[in-house]
């Protein structure tokens, strides 16, 4: 089924992850008061009940993009605090700089 309005074939494939992908794309364009179940179901071109399969409210979808965000951000400082041969200041800084990089880069998340 094709939405026009995103322009993204959708397939009834994976659609919790579509429909956190898109959520958190309507949050990245300052969206965060319109954003609903049925808008994303409209964006998608799915039924405006499909999403309630997964996230029973708006709340939970919510939820779900902090708990997304924050798994996201500890393998970004994981990344950045692979072992090796360096002291606790080289090492405190770069999971500072890991997170500085991931809250710069995923702002809409941390709203």
Do not use: C, W
């Amino acid at each position: 089924m094709t939405n026009t309005s995103t322009n993204h074939n959708y397939h009834h494939g994976n659609l919790r992850a579509e429909l956190l992908r898109v959520a958190e794309e309507n949050l990245r364009a300052d969206k965060l008061d319109a954003l609903s179940l049925r808008e994303l179901a409209r964006q998608l071109g799915v039924s405006h009940a499909a999403p309630s399969r997964h996230f029973k409210d708006r709340q939970a979808l919510l939820d779900a993009l902090a708990e997304d965000g924050f798994n996201r951000l500890a393998t970004a400082i994981q990344e950045a605090l692979q072992p090796q041969k360096v002291d606790f200041q080289t090492e405190l800084l770069q999971a500072v700089m890991a997170f500085a990089t991931f809250a710069t880069e995923n702002a809409a998340l941390f709203h």
